[in-house]
């Protein structure tokens, strides 16, 4: 054998063994969350946390999550501020970039920088006063006030729109305009629609911050009996049921669950809408 | 992030041009369906809704922080200007200052994140089996809710649980290992290591983005020119992609000074693990001390608005904004020249 072919051969092992390290530590935390969501509370006092449990067919976990952490309701809330949230900051981002690319008027370009700016500032922080400004609204504690807050059009889904407009041909807008459409028309009629593959990456990418969105549900949802959402759910299981392992692992695959039905079935765009969120520069 | 100008559009949307549309009958349908109107119409109302929320939860909070950051005051009831007060103490408060020292953790963490993601990035572009399945593995982490990621390390870093059985099989002894998660040597360590689990498959996916971008030709080429797997990294992927690389390391620096939800939620901020906002969410939610949670968020703010002139430049610098060349090129030419001219 030369020693060429023993370079390429070493150099392949040691790819795959990055790979399968990299894959190991990935899931593991995971994985070992399954096994310990599948075992009686005796089984997780008596056993070490790697083996495995006797029955796979063991749901109590899950069964007493749900009820305690009221992942009934969790579910539901997440659910209508995720459809309520996404159909609102598409609307708005889409027209809004519409407006900014297709019209050129005094002040097109300081509206751009003042949602340039805006980025900068970290949400957290802001939290500060947004909490004040939420308060003498009387929005603690009311879904929908939550909602619009969530709605605050973030520079990227802008910014992904805007190229997007970039893209389609003006001819489009103008044999609408020379049929008598009006410019809501070319907008809602026209363009509107084929902005599809770009709603499908804002989508994606708002998605998963809104579902996973637990500051501000914290901070604005405090009644955890009503306005409980699949983030903040788990957040049942920090005071006295701290311990019980068994129970937490089975609350934490309860919220991944959906997520992960989610990848397996949209893997492609998830891909993909990051790609296009990242050469945004 | 560049948004560029306003590219040249057809006449109908420029504000002369806009005459009219096919109706010409005198009617509140045709008054408000004329071009002009109708264009005003159009950006008025397109851009009232987003331009509100803007104003209401981003500008006048904004606004409202910075004078917040002058007052000794709670959300509700008296509140007592004090100037400079809150600013001092940002500056002299052991945990505050303290709290951005530990950004340093989470810097170190964001360039080791970037540093695998490239690396596994450019593995998986080229051919390899199961490719889409490490690829998935290391992936998901990323679409695992924060608190989910807290309770799963927590339940990780456990004395004798998962990460202390490995390390056992590893031939570790329990004896000799330290407490992950209260053992101040080592826990901003295990903290900032779990931000790196859950990112680093987005910084690949976004990696494997660019790289998939880079014309496929110079592959091609690299392969007639006998490059291996290594050379054609250094060489065609890396100044292909570098731009996007820079930007990331820039972006992981501002995102190191805002880091919030790993120690909030793995530890709450306990055994010296509390990062700025840790602290800062604490003094303003649970002291209820506004004017200096407001005072801190603007001192951030400001690091990050410098953080951000600098990349800014970097990228003036190094690539050139638009069409407009590099300018370290541009003097790297002047000084060319120069020499020549005093050569002679």
Redesign the interface.
Known sequence: MSTAKMKRII?SIL??F??IL??F??????V??VI?AFKTPEEYAST???TLPKSWFYFENFIQAWSQANMGIAFRNSIIILVFVLAGSIL??S??A????????RG??F??N???F?????G??????????M?SLGWINFLPGYI??M???D?IS??IF?QFF?NIP?SL??SA?MD?????GV?FRILFPLLKPAIVTVMILKG?GV??E??TAN?YLQDKNRLVT???S??K?TGPLGNQ?NY??A??II??VP??I??ILC?KQI??G???????? | ???G???A??A????KECVG???EKKSFKAWI?SGKV??K???FT??F???A??L???????F??IG?SFYDMK?IGEREFVGLKNYLEVFTRQDCFQALKLSLYYIVASFIQLA?AL??AS??SFK??GSG????????????????VG???K??Y?RG??LD??LQWCGFNLEQLPYWLRDTRINNISVAATSV?RY???GM??F???I??VDASLYEAGDIDGAN?FQKFIYIILPSIK??IV?NMILSI?GS??V??PPY?ITGGDFGTGTY?VI??EL??ESQK?GL??A??IV??IL??IA?MIQKWV?KYYFGVGDAEPLREVRKRKKRLEAKGGAR
């Open positions: 150099i790819k795959y990055t790979l990299g894959g530590i990935s899931v593991l935390p995971i070992v969350c310990t070490n946390v790697m708005t981002g027209m809004l519409y407006v900014l690319s297709r019209f050129k008027f097109n370009g509206i751009r003042l949602f340039l805006a980025s900068l500032l970290p957290i922080a802001m939290q500060v006063s947004v909490y004040q400004i308060y619009i807050m709605c605050g059009t520079i802008i910014y805007i970039e003006d807008d103008e305009i008598g459409c009006t410019y809501f907008f998963v579902y996973n637990y500051y901070l699949v983030a903040t788990l957040f299981f392992y937490i692992c609350g934490v919220t991944m997520a992960l989610v990848f893997q891909y993909g990051l790609a296009a969120g990242a050469v945004k520069g | 992030m560049r948004t100008g306003v590219k559009r057809p109908f949307y420029q504000r549309f096919m109706n369906t109708n264009r119409l159009c950006i397109f851009m809704v987003p331009v929320l803007l209401v939860f981003t500008y006048i909070p904004f409202k922080m917040f959300y695998l690396y596994f593995v998986l390899v089996k399945v490490f690829k998935g593995l290391m992936f998901f982490p990323y679409l695992v809710c924060g608190i989910a309770f799963i390390f339940f990780f456990t649980f998962v059985t490995v689990w680093m498959g987005q996916v976004m494997i983005g660019a998939m971008s797997s731009t996007i930007l501002t000074l805002s919030f939800e939620v906002f800062m969410n303003a939610h506004v949670a407001s801190m968020a951030l703010l990050i608005m951000t990228e």
